[in-house]
């Protein structure tokens, strides 16, 4: 136990936490933007979709308990990561020795600083996304059970649509920065396979913008109602 806790305390421990959650992270998003992407099938694929997340267990256990289940490991896994980036972020500036040229630390410092403060503004969105489509206290015409309902009444505001296209933006820079980051922590990469870690980033990053902002876009061009 000690022996953990002296790791987590060193920046790498704190850099391979922040690597497992943020591989966490990755898988959900992946399959949260596939789910979403089912309002394609219409009110009763979407909802019947909905209503399968909210019964999947049955009845082994009761209604929403593995929903919980998993929303319980990404909250924790947000928590965790959000919490070694700060400290990461502390260690770096009482460390920094003075004099640095300002190119020299804007060279180095772009990608950390974008992980950084766009793991910050994705943090924020998550927290209204959650007000908005799970408990309904952000979404004034909020119908619970309804999914296919609020999605498209919530996205018919071009306000709204504005905010998930920047969330998703920043999710999609974190991600080109992060994925390849995750890799590279966990030792998993080197000079062979550093080109395919970086496609999968690009790739992520542009994959996961399309696939997060094209049914907002669809909704409120009228291609989804």
């Known amino acids: 136990m000690a022996a953990a806790v002296a790791l987590y305390r060193s920046s790498i421990g704190?850099?391979?936490?922040?690597a497992i959650t943020g591989f966490i992270g990755y898988g959900y998003?992946?399959?949260?933007?596939?789910?979403?992407?089912?309002?394609?099938?219409?009110?009763?694929?979407?909802?019947?979709?909905?209503?399968?997340l909210r019964t999947v267990g049955e009845p082994a256990v009761p209604e929403?308990?593995?929903?919980?289940?998993?929303?319980?490991?990404?909250?924790?896994?947000?928590?965790?990561?959000?919490?070694?980036?700060?400290?990461?972020?502390?260690?770096?500036?009482?460390?920094?020795?003075?004099?640095?040229k300002v190119k020299r630390r804007l060279r180095a410092n772009f990608a950390s600083m974008t992980l950084r403060w766009g793991g910050v503004a994705l943090f924020l969105f998550l927290i209204y996304h959650l007000m908005h489509?799970?408990?309904?206290?952000?979404?004034?015409?909020?119908?619970?059970?309804?999914?296919?309902?609020?999605?498209?009444?919530?996205?018919?505001?071009?306000?709204?649509?504005?905010?998930?296209?920047?969330?998703?933006?920043?999710l999609g820079v974190h991600l080109y920065h992060g994925v390849w980051s995750i890799f590279q922590t966990i030792g998993l990469n080197d000079e062979r396979t550093d080109a395919l870690w970086r496609g999968l980033s690009v790739v992520s990053a542009i994959g996961l913008f399309v696939g997060f902002s094209i049914v907002p876009v669809a909704v409120l061009t009228g291609l989804v109602r």
């Open 64 to 100: 929403r308990t593995l929903l919980w289940v998993v929303r319980i490991v990404l909250l924790v896994a947000v928590s965790a990561h959000v919490i070694s980036a700060i400290q990461l972020t502390r260690q770096g500036i009482e460390s920094r020795p003075q004099g640095y």
């Open 29 to 52: 998003v992946i399959l949260h933007m596939i789910g979403n992407l089912k309002v394609f099938e219409g009110p009763e694929g979407f909802n019947h979709y909905a209503e399968f």
């Open 14 to 18: 704190k850099k391979a936490v922040m």
């Open 133 to 170: 489509f799970t408990f309904g206290n952000a979404h004034p015409t909020f119908i619970q059970g309804d999914a296919y309902h609020n999605v498209v009444s919530a996205f018919t505001n071009p306000l709204t649509v504005g905010i998930y296209l920047l969330a998703v933006a920043a």
